[in-house]
């Protein structure tokens, strides 16, 4: 249990600071987030593509790194210990994607990189054309990128930045589509709850496991708070994504909606959770960019 920031009293378990418990919370995440600027001469590549030939470089390389970081199947979490994504859309720099490892993962760091080196000499596409890795930079938790070679261990997602003054009216987005199942069966208009049990489950797993617990306990507070908070209606459609799985040798469909919700009154209590599901992102199939939740002022480009 946090000291100072849940109580019980009379077999009830009392808020004292839900921001303050999550943030806590937070500190046992580390995460580790990169922009790999790239060079893919006669390959429009995408980022499913590039997660794809690094994983298979990884594979050759150690079998154990990539059955803890890849597949997950190896590690503490039982989830994969990365997130592969387009990059946010800079003309002076593109191609690009954003590489994001969580905990564990960071361990392997040596490997991991010497496999994106193996994965850009054996190639993209059907001709396996040869593409380089222009520059590497690290994000830091307001989001702005360090200098090429300018190198830390990560930060702890508790330090990660809302992109706005904390009441400031917002836009939660999902452009990539966001598959949040209950029972199996998508989510076509999520709520602001749905959000935050989506963020609390990506969270969960990262934790040591004496600290599942007080997220457990803490829980009902986070969705108190979110049924409180101020929303509009979840604007959106469906919007499915399909991809060639290497390992499986077939299409894979990916059924998730895009859209948004408007916070009138900022995320509230909750800011430090959404803030984390900046980098985490939310639902199914967050290891090749889906989820990904952007942040916009109500009437101003998003950030």
Not at 66 to 71: A, D, G, K, R
Not at 154 to 161: H, K, Q, V, Y
Not at 271 to 299: D, N, S
């Amino acid at each position: 249990m946090l000291p100072g920031t849940l109580c019980k009293a009379s077999g009830q378990v009392l808020a004292m600071d839900v921001e303050r418990s999550l943030r806590e919370l937070l500190a046992f995440v580390r995460v580790r987030p990169r922009r790999l600027s790239l060079a893919t001469p006669g390959v429009r590549a995408t980022a499913p593509m590039l997660r794809g030939v690094w994983g298979a470089a990884l594979r050759r390389l150690d079998e154990g790194a990539y059955e803890q970081v890849f597949t997950g199947r190896g590690s503490r979490t039982g989830l994969p210990g990365y997130i592969v994504r387009p990059a946010s859309p800079d003309p002076a720099d593109a191609p690009a994607v954003d590489w994001i490892l969580f905990g564990e993962a960071s361990d392997r760091e040596a490997v991991l990189l010497q496999a994106w080196r193996e994965a850009a000499a054996r190639g993209l596409g059907p001709e396996r054309r040869p593409f380089a890795i222009r520059a590497i930079r690290e994000y830091a938790p307001d989001g702005g990128l360090r200098a090429d070679g300018e190198s830390t261990e990560g930060w702890l997602l508790e330090d990660a930045s809302w992109p706005l003054p904390g009441a400031a009216p917002c836009r939660l987005t999902f452009d990539a589509p966001l598959r949040i199942l209950r029972q199996g069966r998508l989510t076509a208009a999520p709520t602001v709850a749905d959000l935050a049990v989506a963020a609390l489950r990506r969270v969960r797993p990262l934790l040591p496991a004496a600290e599942r617990s007080t997220l457990d306990v803490l829980r009902p507070l986070v969705l108190e708070a979110a049924r409180d908070l101020p929303a509009s209606p979840w604007r959106g459609q469906r919007l499915d994504l399909q991809r060639w799985s290497g390992s499986q040798k077939r299409e894979l469909e990916f059924r998730g909606v895009a859209g948004s919700i408007d916070l009138p009154d900022g995320p509230g209590r909750l800011q430090p959770l959404f803030a984390a599901g900046r980098w985490l992102h939310l639902g199914k199939a967050t290891t090749v960019g889906l989820g990904r939740l952007e942040v916009a002022a109500l009437g101003s480009p998003r950030l």
